[in-house]
């Protein structure tokens, strides 16, 4: 996938941020394209530093803002904000999908909207916001893409453990615990798992490259479906 100069502009604006081309093309490149083109770089490296990145701009907001926090609870709304889960659904919020450069087989198992792809282009993008355009905006873009998850208490549970908080809404809503179905697909070295949830009249659909993380996905999806009509 290749994109015009308009289809990155957009991207770019939704970030608020002036990225470097080059360094934005990297950021959204999955080594899945760069192994079908030859080996040409990939955004692991920007994933790396964006993760760091990431991890302490939300650490440094949390501890100034929260002061009657403790360890364990500043660490559990980190833990829900950083999370791969979390971070996935920062990315779907601005199409972040829709730009990332895909090999062909990641393409047709769903890779646009796989959790670890878009979170891991996240990270990356970030690292590449501050490389180009520094610490302090790229701490900048970090809280304001996170800021809807840091504003919704209720979500930390979740984020950390769909599993249980859907359980217990089920419970708390008197409908039928969870029901899930897993599927696999590719080969045995690279395996694609689709979790399907259902509550209710409520069922949807979570990408993972394992079980459980396929699990979570859907799990978080349909809690967030049902904590609305709560």
Known sequence: MTENITERSALTDKLGVDIDPELLSLALTHRSYA?????????????????????QAVTVHLFRTHPDLDEGALAKRRASVVSTVALAEV???????????LGRGETQTGGRDKDSILADAME???????????????QELVLRLVAPLLADPARYGAAMDPKTSLQELAAHLGVAPPVYGIEASGPDHHRVFT??????????????SSKKQAEMAAALAVWHVLSARA
């Not at 192994?35 to 991890?55: A, K, M, V």
């Not at 990315?91 to 450069?101: E, K, Q, V």
């Not at 990356?124 to 790229?138: E, M, N, T």
């Open 195 to 208: 979790a399907t949830v259902t509550v209710g009249d409520v069922s949807r659909e979570g990408v993972g």
């Open 124 to 138: 990356a993008v970030i690292g590449a916001a501050f490389l180009s355009a520094g610490p302090d905006r790229a």
């Open 91 to 101: 990315a779907r919020t601005i199409g972040l999908g829709d730009h990332i450069m």
């Open 35 to 55: 192994y079908e083109n030859g080996g040409t770089p990939h955004n692991e490296r920007l994933e790396f530093l964006g993760d760091s990145i990431l991890g």
